[in-house]
């Protein structure tokens, strides 16, 4: 059974960073996309970052480019944030989308594309 856990988050103050990690097992997969989502209280749950398992394809969203990085290693992918602000609090959760081969750079920003989930993890930005 394929299982995401995330560690990282918390609290920091506005202009700080905060790294958030995902571990991926239980699973071998052809190809697939490992994304980022973020939902704050009230709004829907929106992509942040992804790349495809390559690593060589990545996407991020308007509102956190130049301030956010996506990575992988074995069986994992980091979320560096930095330069935070208050709109970025939400709970962020790590997602999996598993892709045919032919299909690994289209990576999709609807969250019911992807098939695989986190149990998400809070980050806080205090102003």
């Known amino acids: 059974q394929v299982r995401l856990v995330e560690s990282g988050g918390g609290l920091v103050q506005a202009g700080g960073s905060l790294r958030v990690s995902c571990a991926i097992s239980?699973?071998?997969?052809?190809?697939?996309?490992m994304a980022w989502f973020r939902q704050a209280p009230g709004k829907e749950r929106e992509l942040v970052a992804a790349?495809?398992?390559?690593?060589?394809l990545t996407r991020y969203a308007d509102s956190v480019k130049g301030r956010f990085a996506i990575s992988r290693g074995d069986a994992e992918n980091t979320l560096l944030m930095s330069s935070l602000k208050p709109s970025d609090t939400a709970v962020y959760y790590c997602?999996?989308?598993?892709?045919?081969?032919?299909?690994?750079?289209?990576?999709?920003?609807?969250?019911?594309?992807?098939?695989?989930w986190g149990q998400g993890t809070q980050v806080t930005v205090s102003s």
């Open positions: 790349l495809n398992w390559r690593g060589g």
């Open positions: 997602a999996v989308d598993i892709r045919p081969l032919y299909l690994v750079d289209d990576i999709q920003e609807d969250a019911n594309e992807y098939d695989y």
């Open positions: 239980g699973g071998t997969f052809e190809a697939y996309v």
